[in-house]
């Protein structure tokens, strides 16, 4: 089956850190750019970072950049996040999620994974 | 920033009924856009992509229209299961790629 798998998400006090892993299945992961985005409880999407598919280009919203880091392994089909400076505002469901198209950047993503919670809390 | 801004924010309407739903963008993104569908607890679902094409296995009742700057979905008789929350999404001038607020649809 076609899927993404995160992992790593969890509890985290305000200045750590987490590193988030997305594992991808039965597609050609190497051919296709992948993002992070992510959903405060109750509240709207938000996209966070995105990397081409050779891994040679990266994108961050201003809210995270400094702070995260994405990149990717293609010989693993899996895709990181790692995440410093956390703060409380940080606090959502990540999701990752594949562009539609390949070798290239596309208009949205087909193809989601089920998402990782990260709490940040004292 | 590119702020797409989605209406209306709720819609209250019956099976069968037709949905409309709008998003405006704050400058031009040409056609780099696409609508997902949410519901709760899952990840969302990408239904029209570059505007006004249907994703894979996606209905034919879900249509998309529009260029520039303003942009519908259109849900031509809805079904018990299209009851969610809707959002835009823009590519076409980023960083950052931008979503709207979204639209919850809800049975009236």
């Known amino acids: 089956e076609v899927q993404l798998l995160e992992s790593g998400g969890g509890w985290v006090q305000p200045g750590g850190s987490l590193r988030l892993s997305c594992t991808a299945s039965?597609?050609?992961?190497?051919?296709?750019?992948m993002n992070w985005v992510r959903q405060a409880p109750g509240k709207g999407l938000e996209w966070v970072s995105s990397i081409s598919d050779n891994g040679d280009n990266t994108y961050y919203a201003d809210s995270v950049k400094g702070r995260f880091t994405i990149s990717r392994d293609n010989s693993k089909n899996t895709l990181y996040l790692q995440m410093n400076s956390l703060r409380a505002d940080d606090t959502a469901v990540y999701f990752c999620?594949?562009?539609?198209?390949?070798?290239?950047?596309?208009?949205?993503?087909?193809?989601w994974g089920q998402g990782t919670l990260v709490t940040v809390s004292s | 920033e590119i702020v797409l801004t989605q209406s209306p924010a709720t819609l209250s309407l019956s099976p069968g009924e037709r949905a409309t739903l709008s998003c405006r963008a704050s400058q031009s993104v040409s056609s780099y856009l696409v609508w997902y569908q949410q519901k709760p607890g899952q990840a969302p679902r990408l239904l029209i992509y570059d505007a006004s094409n249907r994703a894979t296995g996606i209905p034919a009742r879900f249509s998309g229209s529009g260029s520039g700057t303003d942009f519908t979905l259109t849900i031509s008789s809805l079904e018990p299961e299209d009851f969610a929350i809707y959002y835009c999404?823009?590519?076409?001038?980023?960083?950052?790629?931008?979503f709207g607020g979204g639209t919850k649809v809800e049975i009236k």
């Open positions: 999620a594949k562009d539609w198209g390949t070798r290239g950047w596309y208009s949205g993503f087909d193809l």
């Open positions: 039965q597609f050609t992961f190497s051919s296709y750019a």
């Open positions: 999404q823009q590519r076409g001038n980023w960083p950052p790629l931008t």
